[in-house]
């Protein structure tokens, strides 16, 4: 696979934990699949309407895959899509920027702008 951004939603104590440790370990749904799931662009709408809606105090990691390695695997999940799954911890040094993922007046998160609009 070629190089793209990836994601991760996660929660504020989640984040908080993260920038204490210097590490992020996963959320407790990745510690006990023994992976952290990331989604690409074209699939983080869906992973938030699906997992986290309407849930506020969200912050949205953004990854580069190359620099993850050999530790990060494109396995199928939902709906037969490949999506990226981290076999390890993510060092902070490897995250791109971390940022609110706010929810709107009718409780939809709000995405940064340049993200695809497919749910």
């Known amino acids: 696979m070629e190089s793209q951004l990836i994601y991760k939603i996660c929660r504020d104590a989640e984040w908080k934990k ?3 440790d210097g590490v992020f370990r996963g959320a407790p ?6 992976f ?5 662009a074209a699939q983080l709408r869906e992973t938030a309407a699906r997992h986290f809606a309407g849930e506020a105090g969200l912050f949205l990691l953004r990854v580069e895959s190359v620099t993850l390695g050999d530790a990060l695997k494109w396995e199928v999940s939902r709906g037969g899509d490949l999506f990226p799954h981290l ?5 902070l040094e490897q ?6 993922l706010p929810l709107d007046a009718a409780g939809k998160h709000r995405f940064p702008s340049g ?3 497919r749910t």
């Open 29 to 34: 749904v990745d510690l006990a699949d023994g």
């Open 115 to 117: 993200l695809p609009d």
């Open 18 to 20: 993260a920038r204490r």
């Open 95 to 100: 995250i791109i920027s971390a940022e609110p």
């Open 87 to 91: 076999y390890g911890v993510l060092p």
């Open 36 to 40: 952290i799931h990331f989604s690409t």
